[in-house]
């Protein structure tokens, strides 16, 4: 599948077979990711592979905990639900549309490794051209994992449960993860979003101007 395509054709995938994902394919969407372009050509990150199927069972479990506590803050209770039972919800919820986690054999975690190369001025515009630049990185490996038939999700549930990924993960301090995904064997490639989603977006001229702010791109 040729980089049009498997642009076109990426969809996050949440849900995944227990299938193996080949080294070589694994290596060579790592290497992809990693020729994305870099702030100050720093190479301000690293990626975490975790394959081991304990580790990345209790990788599933952070994750979907994370989207429990996610779900539970993002959605409106039910009506007349007390606390406790919206807090359920969510994580009855994250456990039936992430379930197949646990399951999944590869996970990416997208780190970034602060090089601190700005004056301490500047250090929080150095930030944002770090984490730019893991998600080009993992764009890149979105891409071409789709290209192999491989499924990914950018990720960040785990922020819900910081201190049990960070103690999993073995994290130093001054190190962070924006983004992780898992990388898999999908039950099924989503062709399209789904209606709820889809609905809600928006025509794509209107999220491009012509010259300046407020002209959306005119046809033709
Ligand atoms: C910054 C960012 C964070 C995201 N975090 C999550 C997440 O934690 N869990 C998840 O299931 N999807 C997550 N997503 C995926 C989006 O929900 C998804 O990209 C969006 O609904 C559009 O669907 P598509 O990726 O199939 O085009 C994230 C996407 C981005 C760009």
Redesign the pocket.
Known sequence: MDALKAIRH???V?SYTAAPVDEEDLDQILRLALLAPTGSNAQAWSLVVVRDAERRRALADIVIRG?GG?FAQVRPPAEGATPEEHAKWGADYAEEV?GSYRDVPVWVVGLVVPRNLFPESAREMERLSDVQSLAFAMENLFVAARAKGLGT?????HWFEDAAFRALMGIPDDVYSP?ITPVGHPTAF?EG?PPR?AATRRPWRTLVHDEAWGNPRQEG
């Open positions: 990426r969809r996050s949440r989207g996610y992430l999700v950018p990720t960040v549930f983004v989503p979003l989603l």
